[in-house]
Each structure stands twice: as structure tokens, then as C-alpha cells.
């Protein structure tokens, strides 16, 4: 088989790192697999030593048809780093899966992928795949979706592929910000991934932020396509745990576990979007309500 390649980007947290490339190695099309790992140069001297780790880790994998280590001479920051390694892979291969350092896969994640690279290649509606689905506590799919994966309005950044003509598609200079923000309608629009879309962008512009995905989203937006999810997760995200630069603990999005026999059999529709399931991802970004506990201390304090 044709497999795209692999593209992980790791920094300093090499617990972390060993996991996600663990989890990866119990997938059957590892050995088949390209892998290129692109690693940070630490940002502080505090991380000199956890990089220094990563990188002695990085040079003991074995197990899959060949490795690359791209070994950053200074800190290039998540966005750059991955906006600049993925344009380096997609530019040679055409198509890219990838991972960050924080991310367990099932043991059917490539099939999948693979699979639905294959699938959606061709589909003018479709921007992106993902692997990650939110717990069914957070986001319940209904019963009579008659399909293994769903199309979003958003995508996904924890465990995904797209293609280069995609790719080549994103206006990572934002251009296209002013009038986009004079325009009311374009904006309610791209919130249907979520209230906070149009607020994260601001942000980005404003250099508030360091978001290569803010950016992609907009241009699922822009060209009016969607991004693939499976109905049930092939990616838990172990870097909920306090200890990466651009997550924090969320319950929402944390899964206890996963079921590591399951694999998207069925693929929607590209262009389909179920209202129902929009709904229910819409709501998984909305803020959670205060607590009256937390409501009542708040008044207190001022």
C-alpha cells in the first residue's frame, strides 16, 4: 500500500513522547510507515534537560519502515514548527498524517487514516480527517447515524492528515482578517464550530496566541469545506495533565479509556452535515455554567 507518512512533533516532555510513539508501534502498518519527528529546541534553559531527554529517546525507535529526525538549532514555537514541517512532508509526499507528542492511538489509527485518505481524496467537501471524537459524557452521536465517522465545521488538531492541495490552501498570513471582521455574517458563520472561533482568531492576529490550528480551521471555513471525524475516539490526549505549553486539564475532553478494538468501517458523506451531531459539537465548546458554590464566592469576594 501507498501510506502517507507519519509527522510527529515532540518538545520536552519525553514520558509523553514515549507513550504516543509506543502506541503507534502496535499498529499493524507501523512497519510500513514512514515516520519523520521534528523536535524543539528548548524555548528556556529550564527545558534544556527534558529536550536533551527526547531527543536520546528519539534515536532508540525501531519498528517502522523509516525514521527521520528533524532536530530544531533553536525554538521555533509549535505554529512555525508545524506549519514549516508539515509544508516540508506534504511538499515531497502529498498527504501527511500528524501527531503531537501527547497522543495515544489506537491500534487501528493508520488503517483508519490511511483508509480515509484514500476515501475522501477526490471529495471537493473535504479539507481534513481527524481521529479524535469527545467522550460520549460530552458529545452523544444518535442512534440512527447510519455512519462510522460525521463531518465538522471545525477541525481537529489531536491526530489528523489532509493533502497538499489542501494545505496550500491556507492563508497562514491572514490576509484576509480586516474584512473578514467587518463582515457579520461570514463570522456567525465560522462560529459554528464553536463561540469562541472568531475569538480565537482575534487573538491570533493580535499575537495573543500561537495557533497554526485557529488558522486551518478558517480555511475549512473559506472554502466551504469540512473536516472528518470517527463517531468514536482513535486518539486519547494524555497532555491534559497540566504539563504541555497549550493544554490545560479539561473533563470534557478527557476519555478514561478507548476501544482499541473499534474501526470506522462506514464513511459519511463528505458534504453531509447531521444538525444534530452539529448541535451537540457546537455545545462541546461552550463554557461551562459556573457552579452555584463558585457563583456565590465570586459575589462574595467582589
Given at each position: ?6 509527522a510527529?512533533f515532540?518538545?520536552n516532555r519525553?514520558?509523553?513522547?514515549r507513550r504516543?510513539?509506543e ?10 510507515s ?5 523536535s524543539?529546541a ?15 529517546y ?24 508545524i ?5 516540508s512532508v ?5 498527504r501527511?498524517?500528524?501527531l503531537?507528542?501527547d ?9 483508519y ?28 452521536i ?16 489531536w491526530?489528523?492528515?489532509t ?6 490552501l ?6 484576509y ?28 492576529y493580535?499575537?495573543r ?15 466551504k ?5 470517527p463517531?468514536k475516539?482513535l486518539?486519547?490526549?494524555?497532555g ?14 478527557e ?24 448541535r ?23
Amino acid at each position: 500500500m501507498n501510506l502517507a507518512p507519519i509527522a510527529l512533533f515532540v518538545y520536552n516532555r519525553p514520558a509523553h513522547a514515549r507513550r504516543t510513539v509506543e502506541s503507534l508501534l502496535k499498529n499493524a502498518l507501523a512497519a510500513q510507515s514512514e515516520l519523520i519527528i521534528y523536535s524543539d529546541a528548548p524555548k528556556q534553559l529550564k527545558n534544556e534537560d527534558a529536550v536533551r531527554e527526547v531527543r536520546a529517546y528519539l534515536k532508540t525507535i525501531t519498528g517502522f519502515q523509516s525514521i527521520s529526525i528533524v532536530e530544531r538549532d533553536r525554538n521555533w514555537g509549535l505554529a512555525n514548527s508545524i506549519i514549516d514541517g508539515v509544508t516540508s512532508v506534504i511538499n515531497q509526499y502529498g498527504r501527511i498524517i500528524v501527531l503531537e507528542d501527547d497522543l495515544v492511538t489506537s491500534p487501528h489509527f493508520l488503517a483508519y487514516m490511511n483508509e480515509a485518505i484514500r476515501h475522501y481524496e477526490s471529495d471537493e467537501k473535504v479539507f481534513s480527517i481527524g481521529a479524535y471524537n469527545f467522550p460520549e459524557k460530552t458529545m452523544s452521536i444518535p442512534s440512527d447515524h447510519h455512519w462510522d465517522t460525521y463531518a465538522a465545521v471545525r477541525c481537529c488538531s489531536w491526530g489528523w492528515a489532509t493533502w497538499i492541495d489542501r494545505w496550500k490552501l491556507v492563508d497562514w498570513s491572514m490576509s484576509y482578517y480586516e474584512a473578514f471582521m467587518r463582515d457579520r455574517d461570514a463570522q456567525e458563520s465560522f462560529n459554528r464550530g464553536g463561540p469562541d472561533m472568531t475569538r480565537l482568531l482575534k487573538m491570533q492576529y493580535e499575537g495573543r496566541i500561537d495557533s497554526w490550528a485557529i488558522r486551518f480551521c478558517y480555511a475549512h471555513h473559506a472554502n466551504k469545506m469540512y473536516c472528518i471525524y470517527p463517531t468514536k475516539t482513535l486518539v486519547v490526549n494524555i497532555g491534559l495533565d497540566r504539563s504541555g505549553v497549550h493544554c490545560g486539564a479539561d473533563p470534557r475532553r478527557e476519555h478514561a479509556s478507548f476501544d482499541e478494538e473499534w474501526m470506522p468501517r462506514s464513511f459519511s458523506p463528505g458534504g453531509h452535515i447531521d444538525e444534530r451531531i452539529a448541535r451537540c459539537f457546537y455545545n462541546a465548546f461552550v463554557p461551562p455554567k459556573p457552579s452555584l458554590v463558585s457563583r456565590v464566592l465570586r459575589r462574595l469576594m467582589g
